[in-house]
C-alpha cells in the first residue's frame, strides 16, 4: 500500500505531433519541440512521397518514451473539394494528379504523360490512327 505511494506517475506524452521539415530527402529534419533529423518517412503502401521544406508534417512517436519518431504524412496543401468517401486524389507539385473515383473512372492530369511498355484500350492493343 505505502509502496504504491512511493512511485511516481508517469508524464503523458503525446503520440503525434505537428512539426515542419527542414531537411527533406529520405531521411528528413523536422521541428516540433525541437529540431529532431534523420527521421524515416512512411506512407501507404506503394505511395513514394518526399516531403518539401517548410511543409507542415504529422510525426508520429512510438518507443518507451516516445524517443522512437517518424514522418507519417502532410496536411494537404489543396482542398479535397468533391473527393467522395473511398475515392482517391493523388496530386503533386505542378499540377499534376490521379483520381481514382468510385464509379470507375480514373481522371489523370500532367503537362506530359509519358507511358513505357505496351498500351490496350478496352483489350485491344493500341494502333495510333495514321489518317
Known sequence: MWLSKQLK??????D???GITTISGKQVGVVTRGEVRDLPVY???GYLWTPSNGAAVLVVKGGPGGEEQCVAGTKPQRD?????????YIYGPGG??????????????????SISGSLTINGLPYSPCMC
Open 9 to 14: 506517475p508517469v508524464t503523458a506524452t503525446s
Open 16 to 18: 503525434a505531433d505537428l
Open 43 to 45: 506512407g501507404p503502401g
Open 80 to 88: 479535397p473539394g468533391q473527393v467522395a468517401p473511398g475515392e482517391v
Open 96 to 113: 499534376n494528379s490521379v483520381y481514382l473515383r468510385k464509379d470507375g473512372s480514373v481522371d489523370i492530369r500532367g503537362s506530359q504523360i
